[in-house]
């Protein structure tokens, strides 16, 4: 069966620092994979998607980007985090059908 | 591009009341409609969904409802309980290239008070 791994579950981290967070799917090759953002209180919001190796998608201007250096793995990473970059970060899959497959989040603090 | 709007953004029913959850599309060519439960903390759980050739689907105390015409699709829990207690998402979908897009509503917390 195809399992997603999301990590870390929680982090907090100095304004001005860098962030990489890492998404993994088991169980499938050539998943098309996507990072959601949660605000609190508020809905998902898509800011990456990619439907292969080194194929990124960008949905809003950000200060964020997202790397997809194997079939099964997404990252996403900033350089230089800011305050406005907290909320609950899910990546999710889909495969040939459109049903999507989310992680358990994480939830990203900026201090 | 498509933008999904849901409402209400908050909900409370006795147990055992219906609950209904409503959402309008603005991408005519969207097809596919599904329904997500997120529990506090953790990342949304497909609950049900609706394909655009399908009016109707049923699922014990969980139905939806779609109208192509009018570009809205609706969430109807019956029955509630406490465990329905939840914020949840609805998404509305087109294919794009080799992809599927998912566009979500805003969200709505349902309360089901014991």
């Known amino acids: 069966s195809q399992t997603i791994h999301q990590w870390p579950a929680t982090l907090v981290q100095p304004v001005g620092s860098p962030l990489s967070l890492e998404c993994t799917v088991e169980g499938t090759s050539n998943p098309n994979l996507y990072w959601y953002r949660q605000a609190a209180g508020r809905g998902l919001q898509l800011l990456f998607y990619?439907?292969?190796?080194?194929?990124i998608s960008s949905e809003v201007p950000q200060n964020l980007s997202a790397s997809r250096p194997q079939d099964r793995q997404f990252i996403l990473s900033s350089k230089k985090l800011l305050l406005s970059d907290s909320g609950f970060y899910l990546c999710?899959?889909?495969?040939?059908?459109?049903?999507?497959?989310f992680g358990q989040g994480t939830r990203l603090t900026v201090v | 591009g498509e933008n999904v709007e849901q409402h209400p953004s908050t909900l409370s029913v006795q147990e055992g009341d219906s609950a209904v959850i409503k959402c309008t599309y603005s991408d005519s060519a969207s097809n596919y409609f599904p329904w997500y439960k997120q529990e506090l903390g953790k990342g949304p759980q497909l609950i049900i969904d609706i394909r655009s050739n399908v009016g109707e689907k049923k699922d014990q105390r969980i139905a939806v409802t779609l109208n192509k015409t009018a570009k809205h699709f609706s969430l109807h829990i019956t029955e509630t309980q406490p465990e329905d207690s939840a914020v949840y998402f609805c998404a509305a979908t087109r294919r794009m290239d080799s992809s599927y897009k998912l566009i979500f509503g805003s969200g709505t917390r349902l309360l089901v008070r014991p």
């Open positions: 990619s439907v292969g190796i080194g194929q």
């Open positions: 999710a899959w889909t495969g040939d059908y459109t049903e999507a497959f």
